[in-house]
């Protein structure tokens, strides 16, 4: 398989190739207004969710949006909410919805990415513009002039502490889970866990194409519960509290332990996908009616992905 092919393979996993699925999606133009999670954060709801993080001395920017336009609104947004010193930004991710809207920051923005994800970025990232670019007309309108990302100011290995003034910010690599580079952010005093695509609310995990396991995205929500967050805040959902951590670690151990039965009764994938479906909307209503993502569209490369993995 080409590379590319992994790279739709790996869009399509997370359900953002298929028309129902962006047509579920909200607009990809974020609104210039944040709302208050925490008491040093406050989100940008959209496509994806933006975190902001301020403190006394700095203020933090997790995620960027697509594109530059998009980068440009976060940025306002923050200089409003910000009591001044230096503006950081950080992605959780390297899909370009989450990385691609740098160029909007201002020049002095202080960039910080884990190694990992720098390497992703590096890799992939022609092929995965180029992709958006052909997904939709909105996103390639919003990706012009998006080409090569600038190198971060900082890379880190596994974490970095940022001291905001009054407010911690810990950005955290914990191993691979939805890609191989998730990001994790964790603020003290608040207990607030920006949460990337790594925790989301009711939503089905989607391994993306060259991305981790569900074995290794298990291991990272074991060492994410021991924080034990007050707020979570995912990229692609709705906020929450730290219960969403086991829920979604006890979600994805009961739907493998089904898509694994059905292979040692010899289904296919396809079919798998079928009774798993119907396993989803009787045992996981919520989820399955879940408004916030294309779930009962992601059942399938969640099926394909637990049958690749037991290969």
Do not use: C
Not at 47 to 60: C, E, H, K, M, S
């Amino acid at each position: 398989m080409t590379r590319v092919r992994k790279l739709i393979g790996l869009i399509a996993a997370a359900s953002v190739g298929a028309g129902a699925a962006l047509a579920q999606f909200p607009s990809p133009v974020l609104p210039e207004t944040a709302s208050r999670v925490s008491d040093h954060v406050q989100v940008i709801f959209g496509f994806p969710n933006i975190a902001i993080v301020t403190g006394d001395r700095a203020t933090l920017v997790i995620d960027t949006g697509l594109g530059s336009s998009n980068g440009a609104i976060a940025a306002r947004v923050a200089k409003k909410l910000s009591k001044g010193g230096k503006l950081y930004l950080t992605t959780t991710h390297f899909h370009p919805e989450h990385a691609a809207g740098e160029a909007g920051f201002p020049p002095d923005t202080i960039l910080l990415r884990n190694a990992v994800q720098q390497q992703e970025l590096i890799e992939h990232q022609a092929e995965l513009l180029a992709l958006f670019n052909r997904l939709n007309p909105e996103y390639a309108k919003l990706l012009q002039g998006v080409d090569n990302l600038r190198t971060p100011d900082l890379v880190f290995e596994s974490e970095a502490m940022l001291d905001l003034g009054g407010a911690t910010a810990r950005l955290m690599w914990l191993g691979a889970a939805h890609t191989k580079g998730d990001q994790l952010v964790f603020v003290e005093p608040d207990r607030t866990l920006i949460s990337g695509d790594v925790v989301q609310n009711k939503v089905v995990p989607g391994v993306a194409g060259e991305g981790g396991s569900f074995s290794s995205w298990l291991t990272v929500l074991e060492k994410l519960e021991p924080l034990k967050p007050l707020h979570v805040v995912p990229d692609h959902s709705r906020p929450g509290d730290g219960s969403l951590i086991a829920a979604e670690r006890a979600f994805m151990l009961d739907m493998r332990s089904r898509a694994l039965a059905y292979k040692q009764q010899g289904l296919s994938a396809a079919d798998a996908g079928k009774r798993l479906s119907d396993d989803f909307k009787a045992n996981y209503p919520e989820w399955a009616s879940n408004p916030d993502w294309p779930n009962l569209n992601s059942i399938n490369g969640f099926v394909q992905r637990v049958y690749a993995e037991a290969r």
